[in-house]
Nanobody
């Protein structure tokens, strides 16, 4: 089982930036694909971005393309989500999740989840 711990959330004004971190343990880091998802109050959990175990494949939701960047640091077993040009619609609890090797935008294909971190963007 993979353990994931998110950090880096907070309150930011529109147009600002935040960097979320997802610390991964319990499995060889290079074999774990990680996805970021978000869930706003009363809404379903939506895909944001994903990165393969090798780091060579990245995929973003259209709503964040060009503003968010996902990356991974094998020395720290950590995956990052750099969020720039934030807008109020980005307000949500952000979760990272793990699956074996390949990327996916589907929540059902991820077996392990973190506890989430709150991101609030004020207008």
């Amino acid at each position: 089982q993979v353990q994931l711990v998110e950090s880096g959330g907070g309150l930011v004004q529109a147009g600002g930036s935040l960097r979320l971190s997802c610390a991964v343990s319990g499995r060889t880091f290079s074999t774990v694909a990680v996805g970021w998802f978000r869930q706003a109050p009363g809404k379903e959990r939506d895909f944001v971005a994903t990165i393969s175990g090798s780091g060579r494949t990245l995929y973003y939701a259209d709503s964040v393309k060009g503003r968010f960047a996902i990356s991974r640091d094998s020395a720290k077993n950590t995956v990052y989500l750099q969020m720039n040009s934030l807008i109020p619609e980005d307000t949500a609890v952000y979760y990272c999740a793990a699956r074996n090797y390949g990327t996916s935008a589907r929540t059902v294909e991820y077996s392990d989840w973190g506890q989430g971190t709150q991101v609030t963007v004020s207008s």
